[in-house]
């Protein structure tokens, strides 16, 4: 049996946030596995996304259609353009739609996991109360007006609570995904796919 | 003035292999500069391309409408079927319509980068004739065998020639662009960037 990986993204989504853990989950164990552990699919509001600077992706289902997954993924990226109006997850943190589908997904799921402002999402979306939690160091401020009943966790690379893990920015996305690899499959399978994809840094 | 960089994209495509690299130069010096110092597009022979594990992607342009670039890259990925038939790179090496655009492109840039598998692609167009080169620790072999006028290096992050640099797999495409970045615009703006991508591991 293969977990089903769903990786949430939206217009102005930062393509290192999803593509990390994208790309750990698509290639763990596939070398020393005879199943692959995980089937990893993407899924949005709408059916072209400009992810930041104009990658544009065709997701493998829109939010509505998307299956239940046993791990869901919300990346972050965004900000504010000069006059004041959010893009990215700044947007995406204060649209019902998204926040019910992620409720929803996160109700069912195994694991809930947010890279840098992601987390931002999963905290109006109140997944993160009376959790731990971190976000990309310039968000810190912004993830601590959200509520009083989550813990910010600064200069860590991920913050564990067991179902919902949130990572700092951007490229901790990949350690953080290969922390689950290696709760869900072992160390030794964890270390094999860090060796594959020659991120030296994997400890 | 910006660089423009074109970044290659192909079916089954490895997905951190291209988006490390198309993170690095989409965010670099935007926070420092008041002109983003890069432009960055993908280009494909399709219309649309199927990267590794179903991320389905709309290229910026197909090859024959792209843009001369400053950079361009060549991400990997990709192997053999199991009768034998090869898929991404292992393709891509071996078609024409593919090495005349990089070879054309090549001619007119300032930087030719690779990831990966990518530098079997550069192998056979002929761009590392008389180079030092690397690859992802799986392909050293393959790299070898294409040519007896290349000096194969392993274990090394990347291999600068000058105008010519490729990586080992993956994520190792990720510090190569920070040195192509620290190159260009100085050590101060590709420290700003990994700090930015909280690459905590770039020295």
């Not at 289902?61 to 299956?67: D, S």
Request: glycine share 8%.
């Amino acid at each position: 049996m293969s977990y089903r990986v769903a990786i949430f993204i939206f217009n102005e989504v930062e393509v290192l946030d999803f593509a990390g853990p994208f790309e750990v989950f698509s290639v763990a164990g596939l070398r020393t596995r005879s199943v692959p552990p995980f089937e990893v699919f993407t899924a949005a509001q709408f059916d072209t996304i400009n992810a930041r600077n104009h990658l544009t992706i065709k997701p493998t289902y829109t939010l509505e259609k998307a299956p239940k997954a046993d791990i869901i993924v919300i990346p972050g990226g965004g900000g504010f353009h000069a006059d004041g109006t959010p893009f990215g997850s700044r947007r995406e943190m204060n649209n019902p739609i998204v926040l019910k589908w992620i409720q929803e997904q996160s109700a069912n799921a195994q694991l809930t996991l947010s890279v840098c402002t992601g987390s931002l999402i999963l905290a109006k979306a109140g997944l993160l109360e009376g959790k731990e939690a971190t976000t990309h160091f310039l968000a810190i401020d912004s993830l601590r007006k959200i509520s009083d009943n989550i813990t910010v966790k600064e200069k860590t690379r991920f913050a564990d609570n067991g179902n919902i893990i949130t990572s700092e920015g951007v490229s901790a996305g990949i350690d953080m995904s290969l922390h689950v690899v290696a709760k869900l499959l072992g160390k030794e399978t964890a270390d094999e796919t860090a060796k594959y994809m020659q991120y030296d840094y994997w400890k």
